[in-house]
C-alpha cells in the first residue's frame, strides 16, 4: 500500500460543518434556479442516496438526477453551485 492508497473520511454532519444551514441554502438554490418540482427530485434522490451510503454525498446526488435530466442545463448552475459553495463560512466549530 503506497501513500497514494490512504483514504481518510470525516464525519462532518453537523459535527464541524452546520449541514442544516448548507442543506438549506440548496435547497433555496435548487428552487430558484430549477423549480420546486426539480428541488423535490433532486431531495429525495438525495435522501435515497444518503440512505444508500450512510453519508451525505451531495454531488453523488447530482449525478444522479442528471441520468433522468441529461439535457437539463440547470445541472450546471446547481453543479457550479456545490463546487463553489462557502464551506468555511458554515464551520460550526468558529460559531
Do not use: C
Not at 444508500?52 to 448552475?77: C, P, S, W
Not at 446547481?78 to 468558529?94: G, I, K, Q
Amino acid at each position: 500500500m503506497t501513500s497514494q492508497d490512504v483514504v481518510f473520511l470525516f464525519d462532518v454532519d453537523n459535527t464541524l460543518v452546520d449541514n442544516d444551514h448548507v442543506q438549506n441554502d440548496l435547497r433555496k438554490h435548487l428552487e430558484r434556479e430549477s423549480g420546486p418540482e426539480n428541488r423535490d427530485r433532486h431531495w429525495a434522490i438525495f435522501e435515497q442516496l444518503r440512505t444508500e451510503l450512510g453519508y451525505a454525498d451531495y454531488l453523488g446526488a447530482l449525478q444522479r438526477y442528471r441520468l433522468g435530466a441529461i439535457n437539463d442545463t440547470k445541472l450546471l448552475t446547481m453543479s457550479a453551485f456545490l463546487v463553489d459553495y462557502p464551506l468555511a463560512n458554515r464551520l460550526s466549530w468558529f460559531a
